[in-house]
C-alpha cells in the first residue's frame, strides 16, 4: 500500500477478453488528489488512444477528492469519445462507491 501522500500508478498487459479486446489493468495506489491526477491522467491517455479495454484498479486508493473524481469521469468521457476503447473501474473502495452515489455517476460507471 502506498503510504502519506503518495500516489503511484501502474500498468498490466492482461489477456485479452472474449472479445478478442486487448487488456491492460492500471493499478492505482495511494491518494489520486488535484497534486497525483496529472499522473492517472498521462498514463490513461495514451492507452485509450490504443483502443481495447482498459480496467482501471482503485482498491489501494487511500483518498479520492473532487480532482480525482473528476479525471475519472474526464477518462470515461474521453473513452466513450473515442469509440473503441472500453474503460471501466474495478476494486472501488466503499468510500469510493459511496462518492459515485452521491454525485449520482454510478451509472457512468457501470458495467
Same mark, same amino acid.
Given at each position: 500500500?502506498?503510504?502519506?501522500?503518495?500516489?503511484?500508478?501502474? %500498468?498490466?498487459?492482461? %489477456?485479452?477478453?472474449?472479445?478478442?479486446? %486487448?487488456?491492460?489493468?492500471?493499478?492505482?495506489?495511494?491518494?489520486?488528489?488535484?497534486?497525483?491526477?496529472?499522473?492517472?491522467?498521462?498514463?490513461?491517455?495514451?492507452?485509450?488512444?490504443?483502443?481495447?479495454?482498459?480496467?482501471?484498479?482503485?482498491?489501494?486508493?487511500?483518498?479520492?477528492?473532487?480532482?480525482?473524481?473528476? +479525471?475519472?469521469?474526464?477518462?470515461?468521457?474521453?473513452?466513450?469519445?473515442?469509440?473503441?476503447?472500453?474503460?471501466?473501474?474495478?476494486?472501488? +473502495?466503499?468510500?469510493?462507491?459511496?462518492?459515485?452515489?452521491?454525485?449520482?455517476? +454510478?451509472?457512468?460507471?457501470?458495467?
Amino acid at each position: 500500500m502506498a503510504t502519506g501522500d503518495t500516489f503511484y500508478c501502474d %500498468k498490466e498487459e492482461a %489477456k485479452d477478453d472474449e472479445f478478442g479486446n %486487448k487488456v491492460t489493468i492500471v493499478r492505482c495506489h495511494g491518494r489520486l488528489v488535484t497534486e497525483t491526477s496529472p499522473e492517472l491522467k498521462a498514463m490513461v491517455k495514451a492507452l485509450i488512444s490504443n483502443g481495447g479495454r482498459i480496467i482501471v484498479d482503485l482498491s489501494d486508493v487511500s483518498h479520492l477528492d473532487s480532482s480525482g473524481l473528476g +479525471t475519472l469521469v474526464g477518462l470515461k468521457a474521453s473513452a466513450i469519445n473515442h469509440g473503441y476503447c472500453i474503460l471501466e473501474l474495478e476494486n472501488m +473502495t466503499p468510500r469510493i462507491l459511496e462518492l459515485l452515489r452521491i454525485t449520482n455517476l +454510478t451509472h457512468m460507471f457501470a458495467k
